[in-house]
């Protein structure tokens, strides 16, 4: 497996836990929620993006998406 692959992997699963400690929630539910509402989705296709934000910015941009596709996290 490439550097690359592995780089964007470790940084999905940081940006799961960050996104569960930010609402609450096991990394478990924060892994379904956001395979549910494609935000897993959106992370993978602008990681070139999302990766330079900080895990806050990323997790409120992902938390809004997550919105717009019907999630009720806020």
Do not use: W
């Given at each position: 497996?490439?550097?690359s692959?592995?780089d964007?992997?470790?940084?999905?699963?940081a940006?799961i836990?960050e996104?569960?400690k930010?609402?609450?929630?096991t990394?478990q539910?924060a892994?379904k929620?956001?395979?549910?509402y494609?935000g897993?989705d959106?992370v993978?296709e602008?990681y070139?993006v999302?990766?330079?934000?900080?895990?806050?910015?990323t997790?409120?941009?992902?938390?809004?998406?997550?919105?717009?596709m019907?999630?009720t996290?806020?």
């Open positions: 497996m490439s550097k692959i592995l964007r992997i470790n940084y999905i699963v940006l836990t996104f569960a930010a609402h609450g929630i990394t539910q892994y929620y956001l395979q549910e494609k897993l959106f993978d602008f070139d999302e990766h330079t934000l900080s895990f806050e910015n997790v409120e941009d992902l938390s809004a998406y997550c919105k717009r019907g999630g996290l806020v």
